[in-house]
């Protein structure tokens, strides 16, 4: 079983920035991908980004040039850095981490709380 943690959710002024971690955790564990997802009130969630294995990151369209995805592997903690941040980003930010011994099991951690005030 893998323990999957965000933190550093809270409320941030139009056009700021704030860091998101993604902590996995757990006795005998294998990770591959760490992505983000967010959802917002009355929204479906929608992925933000992810850091893979290979080194890659990717984000979606709707954050492109402003989110930033990075993973230490040796914590098992994936970062997203979030600049100039809209209103429209006001969502609770999810993290889910793969098992790497089976591409059919995957986890969800409890989800950070972004509030961007106009």
């Known amino acids: 079983q893998v323990q999957v943690v965000e933190s550093g959710g809270g409320l941030v002024q139009a056009g700021g920035s704030r860091r998101l971690s993604c902590i996995a955790s757990g006795d005998n564990f294998c990770i591959s991908a760490m992505k983000w997802y967010r959802q917002a009130p009355g929204k479906e969630r929608e992925w933000v980004g992810g850091?893979?294995?290979?080194?890659?990151?990717d984000v979606g369209d709707s954050v492109k040039g402003r989110f930033f995805i990075s993973r230490d592997n040796a914590k098992n903690t994936a970062y997203l850095q979030m600049n100039n941040l809209k209103p429209e980003d006001t969502a609770v930010y999810y993290c889910?981490?793969?098992?790497?011994?089976?591409?059919?099991?995957?986890?969800w951690g409890q989800g950070t709380q972004v509030t961007v005030s106009s």
């Open positions: 850091a893979f294995t290979d080194g890659n990151t």
């Open positions: 889910n981490v793969e098992d790497c011994w089976n591409r059919e099991r995957d986890y």
